[in-house]
T-cell receptor, first 115, second 114 residues
Framework: NAGVMQNPRHLVRRRGQEARLRCSPMKGHSHVYWYRQLPEEGLKFMVYLQKENIIDESGMPKERFSAEFPKEGPSILRIQQVVRGDSAAYFC?????????????FGEGSRLTVL | SQQGEEDPQALSIQEGENATMNCSYKTSINNLQWYRQNSGRGLVHLILIRSNEREKHSGRLRVTLDTSKKSSSLLITASRAADTASYFCATDPRTGAGSYQLTFGKGTKLSVIP
């Protein structure tokens, strides 16, 4: 049973370009969470999605960032017009139920570097 | 603001010693979880303790929870070099609308010297 799959693992973009990060949850998991981690910091919640629905996007910047989890295919975190401050590791996690009932399963992360 | 704060920020011990990490949080919680992160990798769940539990064991791990002090501790006994990693506590704040997010602290970086 494959774990949470994220790609790409590393992504380099120039300022102003777009970054697309993909996440396939564990089989049977319908809850997806995106977190951002800056160097030497903990993880900061960005968004929580279920299939075709954004449930909580309170941690996501209002501009340039968007997330989706379509009926078919992976969840995608999209960052438009990237700036140097977007450089970070972005982690996706999934769970079979809502987080207040159990653990999250994390992917290996996508490391974005903005030049 | 951070819900969970780990203490110490860094800890260096000899192999075979015990390692204790602490976590303090601010609001009422449904549960508290501990995760481990090896350098450059994703987080791995270690243990979950619910708000009505006081202590939990899993192999060489022992977690305590004191809801009156809003604090938890993670004890790793008989540490090994392979335990070298960052350890994070994560809280699931209890809200009337239901909680959708875990809030992580900045972590304790543990180094176990062979």
């Amino acid at each position: 049973n494959a774990g949470v799959m994220q790609n790409p693992r590393h992504l380099v973009r120039r300022r102003g370009q777009e970054a697309r990060l993909r996440c396939s949850p564990m089989k049977g998991h319908s809850h997806v969470y995106w977190y951002r981690q800056l160097p030497e910091e903990g993880l900061k919640f960005m968004v929580y999605l279920q299939k075709e629905n954004i449930i909580d996007e309170s941690g996501m910047p209002k501009e340039r960032f968007s997330a989706e989890f379509p009926k078919e295919g992976p969840s995608i975190l999209r960052i438009q017009q990237v700036v140097r401050g977007d450089s970070a590791a972005y982690f996706c996690a999934s769970s079979p139920n809502r987080v207040d009932t159990g653990e999250l399963f994390f992917g290996e992360g996508s490391r974005l570097t903005v030049l | 603001s951070q819900q969970g704060e780990e203490d110490p920020q860094a800890l260096s011990i000899q192999e075979g010693e015990n390692a204790t990490m602490n976590c303090s949080y601010k609001t009422s919680i449904n549960n508290l979880q501990w995760y481990r992160q090896n350098s450059g990798r994703g987080l791995v769940h270690l243990i979950l303790i619910r708000s009505n539990e006081r202590e939990k064991h899993s192999g060489r791990l022992r977690v305590t929870l004191d809801t009156s002090k809003k604090s938890s501790s993670l004890l790793i006994t008989a540490s090994r070099a392979a335990d070298t990693a960052s350890y994070f506590c994560a809280t699931d704040p209890r809200t009337g609308a239901g909680s959708y997010q875990l809030t992580f602290g900045k972590g304790t970086k543990l180094s176990v010297i062979p």
